[in-house]
């Protein structure tokens, strides 16, 4: 009886350690929504500039820039879009939204005229 009482202890003290060192999944929620992608003016001339805003709802969001032509300066849902020189014509600036788990790209065109 004794054996058996000790067998089932160790097995639950095994069981109760396995348990207990066991990582806990972190689930990113499903909550990502990008409303919208608006600039302050959509036609500059070069060296001009204007304010790009993302507007996008969610969990630990983190928001990527690109531009086909001219600079991004800054970081995070808002920024400025500089027309170089050369980027003369349509330009398009895209912004992706991730929360970790999705994303969503908007793209916006700002026309560069001389």
Excluded at 3 to 25: D, H, K, N, P, Q
Excluded at 34 to 52: W, Y
């Amino acid at each position: 009886m004794k054996r058996i009482l000790v067998s089932t202890l160790t097995l639950l003290a095994f069981l109760f350690l396995g348990y207990s060192c066991a990582e806990e999944e972190v689930e990113t929620p499903d909550d990502l929504v990008f409303h919208s992608l608006v600039a302050e003016k959509d036609t500059i001339a070069p060296g001009e500039s204007t304010t790009i805003k993302a507007s996008a709802t969610g969990s630990s969001l983190e928001f990527f820039w690109d531009a086909t032509l001219g600079d991004i300066i800054g970081s995070g849902s808002e920024i400025t879009y500089v027309a170089s020189p050369c980027a003369v014509g349509t330009n398009e600036i895209s912004c992706k939204v991730t929360n970790g788990n999705q994303w969503e790209t908007k793209s916006i065109e700002i026309t560069v005229y001389e």
